[in-house]
């Protein structure tokens, strides 16, 4: 059997995710209602197919607030979600509390695996208090909001760090990796947690570059979208880079990386003025669709004014709004009569002023501009022609492009997205 500790995000998908790939799982959490909800199938979080998922391998999953069960485990999971703060610095004191209930209960035979994701310098330490023989591994989770149960149960590659790389690893834990058929790279500790940040370093580097070519684009007249294909055949780039602009990085994940290695950087002496680079242009990206509204001279009169938002959720298949564009701009511009709608986001967003649709249409009523702040896949199955008649106005901010440019202007609509002249 197989144990998993902490049942947020990171912990309710790797479990189920165990659990599809035919291991019998114990999956337990210390909050009373949040075992109790997954006992009964109702899920605290949002992923396309981890319902299916969970109702499709259920039988094989026990939720308890008992951390003693978890002595029946031969491998357990530490696998609760880090929170940061607006600053992108981690809490680490519920994971190290959740550690400390757990690992008296690991079996003398067993091995505690941690997939909370922590700076360079965690494990190791973690390993010198733990007791003497009870084997540590860090495995690195590259759970992507909104695509996490595909990422879970067909994952590219394992990222294991090790004590030794070279040494063996505990065969319950070996079998639990084979089972998912991915390449598997131990290394030591600290690689494998700066591991995790170099990728997202990385991707950074493409989101950085990709807003700011995009916003040349609609400067000179070029359309980003027909440059992307040419990226994607450079053997340097590769057909897998993320290459679409947006309104920079959100989510805390992103953030977090970045203040560790400004941190680290601080700490030893080392050059991380890209870093600063990179926040500064996803600070100036995040005002994209402010600099628009304020060009078009719908912002001129607060008065009687009604804007409609769709999307809340700082990216599509999720709701949260852990630093969300979209939250940003309502409170950037207070004294408007925005009337919102997101088909997940369910927080309280009383102290905004805004209205909460029921619908997509209804935001639409009375409105002078459609802002589309999180792309929705629902929100490409409306015509422009049904936002046409339900829009007073007839303007239409997209910056993600998740409408078709050429239908909507064909409805008589001003159409404006990131990375095209318009």
């Not at 004590?163 to 079998?175: A, F, L, Q, V």
């Amino acid at each position: 059997m197989i144990g998993f500790a902490g049942l947020s995000h990171l912990g309710i998908i790797y479990s189920t995710a165990t659990a599809a790939r035919g291991f019998l799982v114990m999956a337990f959490d210390p909050q009373p209602g949040v075992t109790r909800a997954l006992a009964e199938g109702r899920l605290p979080v949002q992923e396309p197919g981890l319902e299916t998922l969970l109702n499709k391998n259920r039988a094989r999953i026990g939720y308890t607030q008992d951390a003693k069960l978890l002595s029946e485990c031969e491998l357990v999971f530490v696998a609760l979600d880090v929170p940061t703060d607006e600053a992108g610095n981690s809490d680490l004191k519920p994971l190290e509390q959740l550690i400390e209930t757990v690992a008296v209960h690991v079996p003398s035979e067993g091995t505690l695996v941690l997939m909370s994701q922590v700076p360079p310098g965690f494990s190791r330490k973690l390993a010198s208090k733990l007791r003497s023989g009870l084997p540590l591994f860090y495995q690195v989770e590259t759970l992507v909001f909104g695509n996490a149960v595909e990422r879970a149960v067909h994952p590219e590659r394992y990222i294991i760090g090790c004590h030794d790389p070279h040494s063996p690893r505990p065969e319950p834990y070996s079998r639990f990796l084979a089972a998912f058929d991915c390449p598997v790279l131990p290394m030591r500790y600290e690689s494998a947690e700066l591991c995790k940040i170099a990728i997202n370093s990385f991707l950074l580097s493409s989101v950085t570059t990709s807003n700011t070519l995009a916003e040349i684009c609609e400067r000179i007249g070029a359309d980003w979208y027909e440059i992307v294909p040419a990226l994607r055949l450079d053997r340097r780039i590769g057909p897998h880079a993320y290459l679409s602009p947006g309104l920079g990085i959100a989510g805390g994940n992103l953030e977090r990386d970045l203040s560790t290695v400004q941190h680290l950087a601080a700490e030893y002496g080392c050059d991380a003025r890209v870093v600063t680079a990179w926040q500064q242009n996803s600070a100036y990206a995040r005002e994209w669709v402010l600099r628009r509204l304020h060009r078009l001279g719908l912002l001129q009169n607060a008065a009687g004014s009604r804007l409609a938002v769709w999307g809340l959720a700082y990216k599509a298949d999720t709701h949260s709004t852990k630093n969300s564009p979209a939250l940003a701009l309502l409170r950037s511009l207070p004294g408007y009569g925005w009337q919102v709608y997101d088909p997940a986001v369910v927080e309280d967003l009383d102290s905004l002023a805004v209205r909460r649709c029921t619908s997509a249409l209804e935001a639409l009523d009375g409105a002078a501009a459609l802002i589309i702040m999180t792309p929705w896949a629902e929100f490409q199955e409306i015509s422009p022609a049904e936002i046409s008649k339900h829009l007073n106005g007839r303007t239409v901010v997209d910056p993600y492009r998740t409408l078709s440019g050429d239908a909507v202007r064909a409805c008589g609509l001003d159409y404006h997205c990131l990375g095209a002249q318009t």
